[in-house]
């Protein structure tokens, strides 16, 4: 069955460091969004990706980059994490006919 | 400032009564979606409607759209304990583009 997985799923690391998040999806979707969830804000938009070498800035992306080299993989980088990006991050992918998105398990990041 | 706003942001309610939830949004969309997501877990979706669609139904969902009023309900007829989630309403702009979620109602359904 396709699927849409995370990793890892939980993560402590230290301001200041650089942190990547894996989102791979076997849907074979052009579209790919990293969201972050916080309580009282529902999810933001940090980047999302139309198709490969595609890549746009969403409603949160200062801090954030990703890059889109194939159909499978969006990779979500913290350059230099700040405890403001402490968050749970979701990662979710859609065919561009039907828009509904099919979302990951999402990642529990702690920066200390 | 965020398209979708649900309304109320928490509702008890005990098994077996229908549940309401409403969102509101601001500019004009493709498409509207609502989404569940259980504690701890992403969010799963439920049922899209197009700005051309005024109802839908899914099993015991039934969504409305009002593109005059930029409002769409979600009801859950006949709820369930196994109900209780939170429930989020996405808006699609005309070109597929803007894909923003509202803050979500918290639903819980008492048995």
């Known amino acids: 069955d396709a699927e849409i997985t995370q990793s890892p799923r939980h993560k402590i690391t230290e301001t200041g460091r650089q942190v990547t998040l894996a989102c791979h999806q076997t849907?074979?979707?052009?579209?790919m969004f990293w969201y972050r969830q916080d309580l009282g804000h529902g999810l933001r938009l940090i980047h999302y990706?139309?198709?490969?070498?595609?890549?746009n800035k969403g409603e949160v992306s200062d801090g954030y980059s990703v890059s889109r080299s194939n159909t499978e993989d969006l990779p979500l980088t913290l350059e230099s994490a700040a405890s403001s990006q402490t968050s749970v991050y979701f990662c979710?992918?859609?065919?561009?006919?039907?828009?509904?998105?099919?979302f990951g398990p999402g990642t529990r990041l702690t920066v200390l | 400032s965020q398209q979708g706003e649900e309304d109320p942001q928490a509702l008890s309610i005990q098994e077996g009564e229908n549940a309401t939830m409403n969102c509101s949004y601001k500019t004009s969309i493709n498409n509207l979606q609502w989404y569940r997501q259980n504690s701890g877990r992403g969010l799963v979706h439920l049922i899209l409607i197009r700005s051309n669609e005024r109802e839908k139904h899914s099993g015991r969902l039934r969504v409305t759209l009002d593109t005059s009023k930029k409002s769409s309900s979600l009801l859950i007829t006949a709820s369930r304990a196994a109900d209780t989630a939170s429930y989020f309403c996405a808006t699609v702009g005309n070109y597929g583009q803007n894909f923003v979620f509202g803050p979500g109602t918290r639903l819980s359904v008492l048995p």
């Open positions: 979710a992918s859609s065919d561009r006919r039907t828009y509904e998105q099919f």
């Open positions: 849907w074979n979707h052009n579209n």
């Open positions: 990706s139309y198709g490969v070498h595609d890549t």
